[in-house]
T-cell receptor
Framework: ETGVTQSPTHLIKTRGQQVTLRCSSQ?????VSWYQQALGQGPQFIFQ???????GRGNFPPRFSGLQFPNYSSELNVNALELDDSALYLC????????????FGSGTRLTVV | TQLLEQSPQFLSIQEGENLTVYCNSS?????LQWYRQEPGEGPVLLVT?????EVKKLKRLTFQFGDARKDSSLHITAAQTGDTGLYLC?????????FGTGTKLQVIP
């Protein structure tokens, strides 16, 4: 098992810019989800993909969008960055999340200045 | 929208002490998972509970799922410094995922 890998690990962007974060799922996992975690708080669910289709979304605006590819890797895109978007972005994968939970990556630390 | 409240929010204890962390929901859980997160890392799954009244043990950790499936607890016996971290409960898996508010545990040697 290779686990979940995210890139880049750290990123600094300017307000108004766009950013793409990447995630490679653990082998055999067909579900991927993304989370935003502010410092000192629990993660907030952004959205989830199952077999390349979005099948769940949290309370995030449309400028947060994503993709899941045939190899089950994934991207998170954020347009028109705001200062409040500064956070740790976590990706997680699973093959049966309700019963077997998620495997998380170490995250991408995004700073918007 | 399901809300998961964890208590206490912060806990600082001496090594060797016992502790319990609680996770309470505004609605019934379909399943409930517990994770531990260390600084700079993603959460790591500790356990999944599905059946009301279920009790699972993982070495010094005991997890309980309430009969009504609206609450859960995590009990740690004889805490060690390696138990330090942010403990998170999670509900979901189908279409919507909700994390609890988190309990930050510090175990002092």
């Amino acid at each position: 098992e290779t686990g979940v890998t995210q890139s880049p690990t750290h990123l600094i962007k300017t307000r108004g810019q766009q950013v793409t974060l990447r995630c490679s799922s653990q082998s055999g996992h067909n579900t991927v989800s993304w989370y935003q975690q502010a410092l000192g708080q629990g993660p907030q669910f952004i959205f989830q993909y199952y077999r390349e289709e979005e099948n769940g979304r949290g309370n995030f605006p449309p400028r947060f969008s994503g993709l899941q590819f045939p190899n089950y890797s994934s991207e998170l895109n954020v347009n028109a960055l705001e200062l409040d978007d500064s956070a740790l972005y976590l990706c997680a994968s699973s093959w049966a999340p309700r019963d077997y939970g998620y495997t998380f990556g170490s995250g991408t630390r995004l700073t918007v200045v | 929208t399901q809300l998961l409240e964890q208590s206490p929010q912060f806990l600082s204890i001496q090594e060797g002490e016992n502790l319990t962390v609680y996770c309470n929901s505004s609605s019934v859980f379909s399943s409930l998972q517990w994770y531990r997160q260390e600084p700079g890392e993603g959460p790591v799954l500790l356990v999944t509970v599905v059946t009301g009244g279920e009790v699972k043990k993982l070495k010094r950790l005991t997890f309980q799922f309430g009969d009504a499936r609206k609450d859960s607890s995590l009990h740690i016996t004889a805490a060690q410094t390696g138990d330090t971290g942010l403990y998170l409960c999670l509900s979901g898996g189908y279409q919507k995922v909700t994390f609890g508010t988190g309990t930050k545990l510090q175990v002092i040697p």
